[in-house]
């Protein structure tokens, strides 16, 4: 029974999150994208366009023009994955029209602020949405189908059908409004990235070493990092030795570098980038919202 219900709670707060990220993602629309006559990308680029032509309502159409979608996703991908996405699609479309009245409030008359902070707030409601597991249908839905059965990247398969659609805007409305899309949409995918993937970003740090035991001490007393020791074998000397992986912030890589070099000058450091971080020291991973 308890099980039960950490289930349905965690359900509710990811469609709670949901919500909030399609009706971010509707405001910014409304404030910045259609009062600046730009546009967005995917199936509400295409309402967008027809909105500017005819005016008939975007949210409206932008479902309608997901239903052979969302067919073609339950014969093609399954009920499952298809039953997220018409949640998601109804939920943005109904705010998308929901929140119509904010064309009159539009904060910024300079096309490069409506397109950066559109692209903005874009991309926070849908990293949101993302984040929660969630979908707005579109052109994500064709990339799922696309990369299930081409084995094409998903990212660059919407990216081209953006690309269409920018291209189409370019010769009805002319190309300064089409090259202040293209600004927006950047922002918008480098900030629904930062969002979806999370802000915990962290370090992670190979060290290959002869005197792993002594760096790995000293980083334990020193920085107070928990170190693990993982076990690797040179491939041309056949000599086995310990790496050391340890995950840091980024001010402690240079204590990092400096324990490292005191300890061994010769020693092969990798660092790379961490996402996200879940576990003792960094973030609480019950915490997080399971699906």
Do not use: W
């Not at 008939?56 to 039953?83: D, E, H, M």
Request: proline share 2%.
């Amino acid at each position: 029974m308890k099980l039960t219900s950490i289930i349905s709670k965690n359900q509710t707060l990811r469609y709670l999150g949901i919500i909030i990220g399609c009706l971010i993602a509707s405001c910014s629309i409304n404030l910045f994208i259609v009062p600046s006559h730009l546009l967005t990308g995917g199936a509400t680029g295409i309402s967008i366009i027809v909105y500017y032509l005819v005016g008939f309502p975007i949210g409206v159409q932008t479902f309608l023009y997901n239903i052979p979608l969302l067919f073609a996703s339950y014969k093609l991908l399954g009920r499952a994955y298809t039953i997220d996405i018409i949640i998601g699609t109804f939920i943005f479309s109904f705010c998308l029209d929901a929140t119509k009245f904010l064309n009159v409030y539009a904060p910024v008359d300079d096309l490069m602020l409506a397109a950066i902070f559109g692209g903005v707030f874009n991309g926070i409601g849908y990293g949101i949405v993302f984040k929660m597991n969630g979908s707005t249908g579109g052109f994500d839905i064709l990339g799922a189908i696309i990369k299930k059965y081409y084995s094409m990247n998903m990212g660059g398969v919407i990216f081209g059908f953006n690309c269409i659609v920018v291209t189409a805007a370019g010769f009805m409305f002319g190309i300064s409004p089409a090259m202040f899309t293209l600004i927006c949409m950047f922002v918008n995918s480098q900030v629904t990235d930062k969002v979806a993937g999370g802000f915990n970003r962290k370090k992670a740090i190979l060290i290959v070493s002869d005197r792993s035991r002594e760096i790995a001490d000293e980083i334990i007393s020193v920085i107070g990092r928990g170190v693990t020791f993982l076990h690797g074998q040179g491939a041309f000397t056949g000599r086995e030795k310990d790496v050391i992986m340890v995950v840091v912030s980024l001010t402690q890589i240079a204590k990092i570098k400096a324990i490292t070099h005191r300890n061994d000058q010769h020693a092969f450091m990798l660092i790379m980038s961490a996402n996200e971080v879940l576990g003792h020291g960094f973030s609480d991973p019950t915490k997080e919202i399971q699906n």
